[in-house]
């Protein structure tokens, strides 16, 4: 629909609005009382500068809460509280005057080397859209527009901004598309922020097949799509693919070329009218929807350090050692930099100034009236081998002076960021050093991780007994940790992403990060535990792992198939929480696929939910699956779509992807979309096909003797694979093609 203001607005000024103003503002039109607007990031919190743009956070930026990263908040599988941060986020934007808060991140992670990680839920699509649909929702509801980012196919930050992502569509469809494609049909964001990378050659910002075929097209977007920050390399281009506004500002250089594409014929002005159009509309609706700009700062403390809580996975607890007894027991050493120095934000353009920033230290010393010790341990940076030694020597001798050790380690900011990936998965060899020099002392260890992205944990589970995994938890992460450490919280989260036991056994490991300008998606739909439970490969953490403080049991499960010609199931089961105290429990249900047509991953989740009991009680869950639970995305023939094919399917309902409480099987009778004959469908699939084999027949006994031969079963098994080219001219056909046109005729008209 076309905006009303489109008709008093010049062309150079329709030309100036598909291009930002500055660094972070839309342009502005006071001849027709036209505002800017205000787009800043970020995904865990408002980054709003005070003074001097910068991209990578470098710059001061007005206090506002940092909540945990997405790699925390995924590890929560929990949309409501995921819509209540959104919530918070848009009450904090609109304080400061954002129309636009840039995210949710959803970009699935290929990867665990990708340095973005810490700001992308999971490896399964099925979380990460779940979960962004839930921000989007929190984030608009105060009139604050969102941009689902970054699409698509932006899984390094290895050559971002030209390398070509070359994957085929099924992996698209089925892996790196369906978070933006849950969001935007769930949730309809105001905006979307396309990709630097191409996508299979072409850049996402030129991309008409991603940006208008797909995203409106197949998807209904409404909003408009922006750029990513100096994504756009041809302005015209962009506006012809569906680019509705490049950002930042290109000064005159977009809008000037616009001009001139206009005039010159070459770009339709209804194209112009139409990306202008949706960006008025679009600010139009946000300034409408607009909450009451009040917060109180210390409720966002409080709902960061639940969510911190939330997201935290325990990995292990040999001898249910956590929680600790904050009274009862003896020294606590408290052991690693980042007590001290949290580490609880991700590097780059998400990071910002927080409200307030809690240390796990001061949290444990105020949590327990037993002694505490601190040591640091190590450095967060390179240090000279003598100061290393010193500071080795007197976290062991605290060591073994104490009862336990809760030892901090994690990712410096100098190992993971956005601007560069990772090159291995280790924790920092000083830090693996002092581990190792600490289960020497004999003394039990609590290890507490503090990385945005997944490190390997050979030596870390070896040396302690307990692993409680906390991501980058946000300004309240250390706090989170006391409450987790003592208690007086459980760790709620469970695995949104794999913990391998080696950076050889992830699925991309032989095409990371890529070859002169491309990466191929080698492992095409095979990412995450996709690839692990399918290879049967182990693991050291499986997806949807987590231990909590109590335990649960899963009874009565039961899946129901209403009408078998309808690709759809109802999965319920009783839920018994059968400990001592109240905890969260994330029941899982993945569908497997044993007999296909294509291949397919050994499962999939398909349906989550979240429960939280009181010791004893119990609750019923009920999931629905719908028919994209059983789907696969077919690009065969003229029209590629969803496919369900009929036949057996395997439910699995489980604590996570490895710890599957009941499987069940069931039959679907789902019809089976006609193959589409053509010159080069086989003897079979003509044979089986329900007007094909008619018109077949009728060939045949027309050839006489000659089509005598095909009438034997015998032949028809052996030659079953022939496309009917070939057999054609086995039996002396000479028109071929017209011989097929024929036959195709007489399909379409028995049809
Ligand atoms: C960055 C990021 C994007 C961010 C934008 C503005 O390059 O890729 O996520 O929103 O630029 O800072």
Known sequence: MTHPLIDQLTLEEKASLVSGATFWTTRAVERVGLEAATLTDGPHGVRMQTAGADQLGINDSHPATAFPTAAALGSTW???????????LGAESRRLNVDVLLGPGVNIKRSPLCGRNFEYFSEDPLIAGTLATAWVKGVQSQGVGASLKHYAANNQETDRMRISAEVDERTLREIYFPAFETTVKQAQPATLMCSYNRINGTYASQNHWLLTDVLRGDWGFEGYVMSDWGAVADPVAAVAAGLDLEMPSSGERGPKAIVQAVQAGTLDETVLDKAVSRILTTHDRLRAARSETGFEPQ????????????????LKNQDGLLPLSPEEGGRIAVIGEFALTPRYQGAGSSHLNPTRLDDALTAIQAA??????????????DTDQEDADVLLAAAVEAAGEAEVVIAFLGLPDAEESEGFDRTHLALPASQLQLLQALRQTGTKIVVVLSNGSVVTLGEVNDAAAAVLEMWLGGQAGGSAAADILFGVTEPEGRLAETVPHRLQDTPAFVNWPGNEGKVVYGERVYVGYRWYDTTGQDVAYPFGHGLGYTTFSYSDATVTVADPTVAAAVVEVTVTNTGQRAGAEVVQVYVADPVSGVDRPQHELRAFAKVRLAAGDSQRVRLELDERAFAFWSSQGSSPGW?????EFVVEIGASSRDLRHTESITLDVAVPPVELGAESTYEEWATHPQGQKVLQEFFDGLGEAGSLWRDPETAKLLGNMPMRSLLSFSGTTDIQGTISGLLERVAQAG
Request: charged letters at 35%; proline letters at 2%.
């Open 299 to 314: 409720a966002h403390h409080e709902l960061a350090r639940r969510a911190a809580a939330a997201g935290s996975v325990l």
């Open 643 to 647: 496919r369900v094919e009929p036949g």
């Open 78 to 88: 929990d949309a409501e509280l995921l819509e209540e941060i959104g919530r918070a």
């Open 368 to 381: 327990t009236s037993r002694e505490v010790v601190f040591e640091a341990g190590f450095r967060l940076e």
